[in-house]
């Protein structure tokens, strides 16, 4: 009998066998003119689905990842672009149920932050393809960090580089600008806050989504009026900043606005001189923030064209009903959304590949 050497026995192998739902093949236009409004309008189904995982298939996750933060002293966030808006509200949902949270933009990780082994680090990536992302969580894997992560799409590298992962279940998105997806890990977020005591009635968001998208031809007039604008500013206060701050994304990456999405306290610290006859300000007004009310009426003073946002404001703009923040957060960036849809439409932009851009950025 021949005598098989170690070299040549053969290695069983035994391999987790995982289960992927997952489309990828393009679903097409439908009767829409462009992704983003498709995917705009999808917003309230997608928002649907993610909330009844989480309740159900997921909730085991949900539970492990609210007992990985638990165990952690402090939570940090780290992602680029949309997703980075989305985490400086998850890190305000965070603080307020008493958690310690903070966030980091991926390209400049290594340099703003101090990582130990009481750290958990959470991953917030729509592709789970995002180089700048990947890059960091490399060298914290080699520290020995735990690393959680939030992405949509399935078996991404981001997702097999964590040690737990929630999926956002907001399915296939074409355009490169974020939309439905920006809205699902917004409701990630919450729902994760509302885990540690965050008061939200996230149930009602996809109904409330419905609502803000009847007045698409009213946000379309808008539009119509600010459509030659070289310059726009987005102000916020609070939970509003971040939410500024990603509409002012929509509008320079479709739009080819020169926007700046900024804290509208600042205002005093330069901006104000910019401010001339008919410059268009948006202001988003929660009913609670009297002190947005003053910084639209400074501007305003000074020529500004402002455009609220608003929950019972005397300004000119969108009423948003929502009934906490988190979904005033939502729906107003989903009215920005829309905003930045129509300009670039009327302006017969290229809106769904706009110039100089990727879906995923997987660059240096």
């Known amino acids: 009998m021949e005598t098989v050497e170690p070299s040549d026995a053969l290695i069983l192998v035994d391999n987790e066998v995982q289960l992927l739902e997952w489309k990828s093949e393009e679903e097409g236009k439908q009767n829409y003119e462009h992704y983003m409004i498709k995917e705009i309008m999808e917003e309230p189904s997608a928002a649907?689905?993610?909330i009844d995982s989480l309740k159900t298939d997921q909730k085991e996750k949900v539970l492990e990842l609210k007992r990985m933060i638990e165990s952690s002293k402090r939570v940090v966030f780290i992602a680029s672009g949309t997703s980075y808006h989305a985490t400086l509200l998850g890190v305000y949902f965070l603080n307020r149920a008493g958690i310690e949270a903070h966030t980091i933009i991926a390209s400049e990780f290594r340099n703003f932050t101090l990582l130990d082994e009481?750290?958990?680090?959470?991953?917030?990536?729509?592709?789970?393809?995002?180089?700048d992302v990947i890059k960091a969580l490399r060298g914290i894997k080699a520290e020995g960090v735990k690393i959680a992560s939030i992405v949509n799409v399935p078996?991404?590298?981001v997702q097999r580089m964590s040690n737990l992962s929630i999926n956002?279940?907001?399915g296939q998105e074409i355009c490169v600008a974020a939309t439905k997806t920006f809205v699902n890990?917004?409701?990630a977020l919450l729902y994760l806050a509302s885990a540690f005591g965050y008061k939200e009635d996230i149930e009602k968001i996809p109904g409330l989504i419905e609502g803000l998208l009847g007045e698409k031809n009213r946000i379309h007039g808008i539009a119509k009026g600010v459509k030659g604008c070289k310059d726009m500013y987005i102000l916020g206060r609070g939970f509003s900043y971040p939410v500024a701050r990603e509409i002012a994304l929509k509008?320079?990456?479709i739009s080819y606005v020169h926007a700046e999405g900024m804290m509208a306290g600042e205002l005093k610290h330069?901006?104000?001189?910019?401010?001339?006859?008919s410059t268009p300000v948006i202001a988003l007004m929660p009913k609670s923030d009297e002190e947005i009310v003053s910084n639209a009426k400074e501007v305003e003073a000074r020529g500004a064209n402002v455009i609220a946002f608003h929950e019972n404001s005397q300004f000119e703009g969108i009423k948003i009903n929502a009934n906490h923040k988190g979904s005033f957060a939502i729906l107003t960036?989903?009215?920005?959304?829309?905003?930045?849809?129509?300009?670039?439409k009327e302006n017969g932009l290229p809106i769904d590949k706009p110039r100089n851009l990727a879906k995923v950025c997987t660059t240096k």
């Open 48 to 50: 649907r689905r993610l």
């Open 185 to 187: 890990q917004l409701i």
């Open 168 to 170: 956002i279940l907001a």
């Open 270 to 277: 330069g901006t104000l001189a910019l401010i001339e006859k």
């Open 118 to 131: 009481n750290t958990l680090v959470i991953a917030v990536s729509q592709s789970g393809e995002t180089m």
């Open 155 to 157: 078996y991404s590298t």
């Open 251 to 253: 509008l320079k990456e």
């Open 333 to 344: 960036a989903v009215a920005g959304q829309l905003l930045t849809y129509y300009i670039a």
